[in-house]
Each structure stands twice: as C-alpha cells, then as structure tokens.
C-alpha cells in the first residue's frame, strides 16, 4: 500500500499530518508515523504510529463504510 505524506482527516474528524512511515524492527511489519493537527492532542509533541494496514482500512461510521484516514492534501 502507497502512504501519501501530507494531511489526512481521521473519520472522527481530527486532521493528522503524516510524516513518514517506518517498520517495525522484530517482525518488519509497516508502520505510519503521523502527528495531531487538530483536536484535543494537537500540539504536543508525540509522534504516533499505526499499522499501514489500519490506517488504510474501512471503518463503520453511522451505518456506512468510510476510510479511517482519508487523504486532504499537503
């Protein structure tokens, strides 16, 4: 799977900004690194990772299939 950098809207709304991908030192497993941009973790100073394969996956939102991450640009 292709991981744009740039920003991505979590299907809850918050936007995330992407800023690379890793993997996983034991078992080579691909990992997105991202950060808050909005929301109520924005501004500090973690990174977070996420498997490539949940990050790209449909999720249930109000009866229907939506992206978890839905890409919004640079």
């Not at 034991?26 to 909005?38: A, F, P, S």
């Not at 249930?60 to 919004?72: A, H, I, S, T």
Request: proline share 3%.
């Amino acid at each position: 799977m292709t991981i744009k950098l740039g920003r991505y809207q979590h299907f809850k709304g918050d936007i995330m900004k992407v800023v690379g991908l890793a993997k996983h030192s034991e078992t080579g497993e691909e990992l997105v690194i991202y950060k808050h941009i909005t929301g109520r973790l924005a501004g500090e100073n973690n990174f977070w990772v996420r498997p490539v394969a949940m990050f790209m996956e449909e999720v249930e939102c109000n009866g229907q299939k939506v992206p978890r991450f839905k890409y919004v640009g640079d």
